[in-house]
């Protein structure tokens, strides 16, 4: 499957007819035939799905595109349902991410979920659905889903439901993501594998059941064979629902071991079953590896086996367990949380300790009744979810409460491996049975994650950070003891927000703790979108705008003159002045940020208009790095503009194969012809900028090429 996404992947790249036809378009127009999988995702912008390639022509002819294709209709997309059959003019590109330190890796993503292109749909009038299959389990799903919705007063808590039942978040918003990470509890969210577990039990609780009202059966087939069979039948019933996801089809794979070893009147230890299960899961889905969940349910019940020691039966016993447990995984899997996400909750064993049981044990059992219910007797089905989502809606309103704790954030710098390896060990030793010597000990080998990830600058010396933010702007400056950020990225409609996705694990992920100064040059969406989410995270930053009317939070103008010192760095804003005409563009705010050994000039978007007045209020000084005005637009960056800067290099952030040409072949001509290097974030990922005391300006990191990966592509 890999090699068939690594092929399919050069040939949406290329075009199927050589790689410097589809550099030049940039994308190719493919009609295909298709599924469509999974859940549709429908959001005021687009409707986004997945959609299984089953044949693809280019320009008439076949190629070789099979797999599953992340598609989005932006302009009148009908209502999809899944299991359809379409045939659509799709413009696709092989699987491209943003890269910047403590953001997510896209490209790694899409390889887990075996994506091997992504696009949208191109107006065609022979855009047409060509059937559906008359049954699939997204169908059921989507079903089930619905039957919630409809039963369901309140919106929310038929959200609740939806993802507890059938892995549907769809309805889950950015906000409830955020208190399910404050409290440490995406697992339960969409199913988790002690869902499974718990419907397994039942299973095989049902089974037992059928032996106490009809002992003969034990004629035909032994109790425990038919209980084993039942939970596993059960478990299996209940993935399909999940969409078989990775916690669950881990979870099946381990009932799956423990149900054929009683089958066969086998004994079986829980160290057994669970290499079994790995086995198992590395040959049915070889790239599970790529998942965080592979790593934290693994290790997590790997931990539990080594650490934690039955204390007999009963409430007393179960109650110490359950604590026990939660207190172990919260702690124990802190590094490898804190190394995949960037961030962990302390209030997380306190929120599980309530939400696991109650959850698992009352919310989900209730809300399955009532699934069960919609298929058997849908007026019987309203009353019960109602009643689960009358304990769905308590449940967050206490998880709602919690988040607001101190510590239910913490966030620390990126995880190097090493300090990821002696945090593990620590927690390994720190809950070790009773007997070994200074447990306690265990809790020094988590400092090391405390420790900066990167050195402070000097005084008088400064570093910057270009971010990929796609087709927009985000630099990052930090100088000894202080932080300012230039552009926040964009906000779409879809409510993916750069400013949360991109800006602020990159500023924590830098170790960051305080940002003293948020500057957005002006007001367009790609360069000032995510700037509610930087204020909400550092209210009490100095803020500036060239556009501060048109801001959706109150902000200072900026204006020419303007400047400050932070421990020995110059920071001069040499643009708006009171001349500049109009609005937009022109009015970005221009930083020049001057280090005692090289500078930094920022442009935001600013035309060849307003180019001549900020050449000459450079003054006297050496030459500074400059960042291209206006993503390299055609409008910008002047001849006579770029020989009265003469940057010793430059560097645009535009987005990767950008609708609008970016940066224009024409601009980036001009800078060569005057001799200057030009990086580029669509192709390098983030950019490191060092500006040494006693030393020229010099690129430190491309992040793209800092930890190579086979997933990426590189530049």
Known sequence: MWLRGRAVGDAVRCGGDGCAAAARSGGRDFVVTGRVAELPLVREDATRFVLSVDGATLDGKPVPLRGRTMVSWYDDAPLLAPCERWRLLLRLKRPRGLLDPGASDGERMALQRRIVATGYVRQDSANAPMGRATWCVDGVRNAVSRGIAVRVGDPHDAALLQAFSVGDTRGLSQEDWEVARANGIPHLIAISGFHVSVVAVIGAWLAGSLYLLWPRLALRMPRVQAQAAAALLAAVAYGALAGFGLPTVRTLLMIAVVALARCSRRGGHGAHSLALAMIAILVFDPLSVLAAGFWLSFTGVALLMLCLQARGRGLRAFLHELTAAQLLMTVSLLPLTLWFFGEASLVGALSNLVAVPFVSFVIVPCVLLGTVLLGLCPPLAAPVLELAAALAHAQWWLLERMAAWPGAHWYLPEVRPWSLLLATLGALWLFMPRGMPLRTLGLMLFLPLLWPS?????????????????????????????????????????????????????????????????????????????????????????????????????????????????????????????????????????????????????????????????????????????????????????????????????????????????????????YAESGVPVLNTADSGAIALDFPRDGPARVAVRWRLRDPRYWRERP
């Open 454 to 670: 990167l050195p402070e600058p000097a005084a008088g010396a400064f570093e910057a950070w270009v971010l990929d933010v796609g087709q927009g702007l985000s630099v990052l400056l930090r100088t000894r003891g202080h932080a300012l950020l230039y552009d926040t990225g964009a906000r779409y409609p879809s409510g993916y927000d750069l400013g949360e996705a991109a800006v602020l694990p990159s500023v924590r992920a830098l170790g960051i703790a305080r940002l003293d100064a948020l500057m957005v040059s002006h007001a367009d969406n790609d360069h000032a979108g995510g700037a509610d989410a930087v204020v909400a995270a550092f209210p009490e930053a100095w803020r500036y705008a060239g556009e501060p009317e048109r801001m959706h939070v109150p902000m200072r103008a900026c204006t020419a003159g303007q400047s400050w010192v932070w421990d020995g760095v110059h920071f001069r804003v040499l643009s708006p002045t009171p001349q500049t005409a109009g609005k937009g563009n022109d009015r970005s705010c221009v930083l020049l940020v001057a280090g005692a050994g090289g500078s930094l000039l920022l442009t935001g978007d600013i035309s060849s208009k307003v180019e001549p007045a900020v050449a000459n209020a450079l003054g006297d000084g050496p030459s500074p790095v400059l960042l291209v005005p206006h993503h390299g637009s055609k409008a910008s960056s002047g001849v006579d503009f770029i020989d009265a800067v003469a940057p010793p290099f430059a560097v645009v952030s535009a987005g990767w194969r950008n609708r609008f040409g970016h940066p224009k072949p024409e601009v980036l001509a001009r």
